[in-house]
């Protein structure tokens, strides 16, 4: 047992050092809505927002961990280096405590436990992203589910009135409830519309963004917040609190402001707010995303590291 903690020890220590800014996400859907930037009092919804709780998982998740690690599951000797694991390898290490089978509300558990998503809210709301078919995959399981042929329509207006967790339960249902994290993940994006392998990478970044009403990554040091409205058609960027006391100043960098509003981002000097809005009405594409998250990043990494 002590030599495999120390391997693993080990392999968590070289995890750790290969993260690097990638996949920065042409599906990472961000919301939370421009009118929930600033709240009574001017104060802005990032400084109203309390943290959750000091240590970073909970006190159930942590001792499960340290259980998969081959940790002493009492022991707090190894926290720190479970904590620097990328959540997407904490997820799957938690989803393997559930056993072989793992139902659709313990993967959506985990997402809740690890990344701090709920996704039955998202689904009880139906925010996000709409569609008005899923993806071939997921309608071939669905269709199977209500014993239709793979490729039969016949069922397919009523699966699209059912709710996100319904989709989700039956299709890991019908997968014999064995899907691997990589592959829940994959089913969640194209549910959801939430990338949490984006989330995942994204997570050191000093980026916050608040998704599906929201926060999905939130820490003292990030320099800048992206937010948008809950059906995706608004976007807006701005500056933290962080920002303002490390730079001695509110004002967006004119590096930021120019590439962004080059994308069609229109800029208020009065609140020093971007603000985007897709002219069609339609939720803003996931090549669009990708090209602000990757400004955005950009301009931290190349001005501010």
């Given at each position: ?9 080990m392999k968590m220590k070289n995890e ?171 089913l969640i994006n194209q549910i959801f ?30 320099l800048f917040i992206l937010e948008s ?77």
């Amino acid at each position: 047992m002590k030599r495999k903690g120390a391997q693993m020890t080990m392999k968590m220590k070289n995890e750790s050092k290969r993260f690097v800014l990638i996949g920065l996400g042409a599906s990472l859907i961000f919301a939370g809505g421009v009118g929930s930037v600033f709240a009574e009092g001017g104060q802005t919804s990032y400084e109203l927002m309390q943290v959750k709780q000091e240590a970073k998982y909970s006190k159930q998740v942590m001792r499960e961990l340290r259980e998969e690690l081959g940790f002493d599951k009492k022991s707090t000797v190894h926290d720190s280096e479970i904590e620097s694991i990328p959540k997407v390898k904490v997820m799957d290490l938690y989803l393997a405590s559930f056993g072989k089978k793992i139902k659709g509300k313990e993967v959506r558990k985990a997402v809740e436990e690890v990344f701090f998503v709920d996704l039955d809210i998202i689904s009880k709301n139906n925010y996000g992203s709409q569609v008005s078919i899923y993806s071939e995959q997921v309608m071939n399981s669905l269709r199977l589910s209500f014993n239709e042929k793979a490729d039969s329509t016949k069922q397919d207006a009523r699966i699209m009135k059912l709710k996100k967790s319904e989709v989700m339960d039956r299709y890991i249902k019908e997968h014999d409830e064995q899907l691997t994290g990589a592959e829940s993940r994959i089913l969640i994006n194209q549910i959801f519309g939430v990338n949490l392998d984006g989330i995942s990478t994204l997570e050191y970044s000093q980026l916050a963004i608040s998704s599906k009403g929201q926060w999905i990554l939130k820490s003292d040091t990030d320099l800048f917040i992206l937010e948008s409205s809950l059906d995706d058609v608004d976007v807006s960027v701005y500056a933290t609190p962080y920002f303002e006391q490390v730079t001695g100043s509110n004002k967006l960098p004119e590096s930021l402001k120019t590439k962004l509003m080059s994308l069609g981002f229109t800029y208020n000097e009065e609140t020093e707010l971007l603000y985007y809005i897709n002219p069609t009405g339609e939720s803003v594409p996931d090549a669009f995303k990708g090209q602000v998250l990757g400004i955005i990043v950009g301009t931290i990494m190349g001005e501010y590291k």
